[in-house]
């Protein structure tokens, strides 16, 4: 396999953790050598305007100007406009920042311009100086609806608006039958050195991505190693309801449960070392499993412990040799 320097690095990302990921993957390979496929199924409109949290929050993590703490937007926003908005309407429960307006504002211009999804970001990544290769899964119109007692709510309104909250009995992506994955994904991950899934929700940030058509066979087909990161710390997310909507939809609550979803594709699957901490198990259940397994540390609570993760990563699966001549 190449150096370092050269590696080609293909990411599957849903919104924070993937993004505190892919800033350590950054600082270990040269960050022209990382593509990006972004979940789009949390995009929502508001007040007419065309919002992208995941490619947002990979976008200002990759360009060092998000919200460090709360993982998404900017630190020290203001929300003047959206106050000034609770004067027309009812509900103003998305916390849209002033600055961030702007990237919505020049979305939605180019989206109405007839530009696709995939070359408006292409250009927000431009004027942002991030020199990785952040790509929409799709350019079609994918959204995720979340099943509870309240009902079939869009992402946002499950998440943001009610909090979470709720038994999960069910999870669609409307829309997914007709999409195509945009252009460059599927050949981001034919063309990879290694394949990553960092520690995003399998079910709402990844879950969309893999039930675009091609894309569980590209994984399937790529000699490149594919790496997953479990989410979980101790057996819980480190935030967001990853728990309660694997338990709803009766998927085992833990690495295994996780390693289990992607089975078909993944080859080395990466746990927290809190998980063996009492239980010495899933190790053995991975190996089991076929699986390459990496124990370590996986809470990236600052850029150094996001960089040690990514080099253990990349060191592990650096060393292995492609599937297709192991
Ligand atoms: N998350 C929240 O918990 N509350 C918000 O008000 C909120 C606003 C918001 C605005 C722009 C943006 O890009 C992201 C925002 N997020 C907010 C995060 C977002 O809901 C989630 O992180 C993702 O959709 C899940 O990956």
Redesign the pocket.
Known sequence: MSSLTSLRITALA???GAARFLRGVARVVPETNLSVIVNTG?DEEFFGLS?S??L??VTYTLANAVDSEK???FPQETHRCLEALGRYYADT?????DA?LATHLFRTQALRQGQTLSQVTAAITHKWSVEATVLPMSNERVRTVVHTEAGALP??EY??KGRSEGNVSKVEFSGIETAQTSPGVVEAIHGADLVILPPSNPIV?IGPILSLPGVREALRETTAPVVAISPLVAGKPIKGPADRMLEGLGVEVSSVGIAELYQDFVDTFVLDQQDMKNDPTPRERLEKMGLAVIVTDTVMSDMDKSVALAQTVIAFAHKKRPKAIS
Request: charged share 15%; net charge negative; no cysteine.
């Open positions: 849903g919104g924070v949390d919002v949290p995941d947002d929050t993982g998404w937007g429960w998305f916390g849209l920042g961030d992402f946002q998440f943001v940030s």
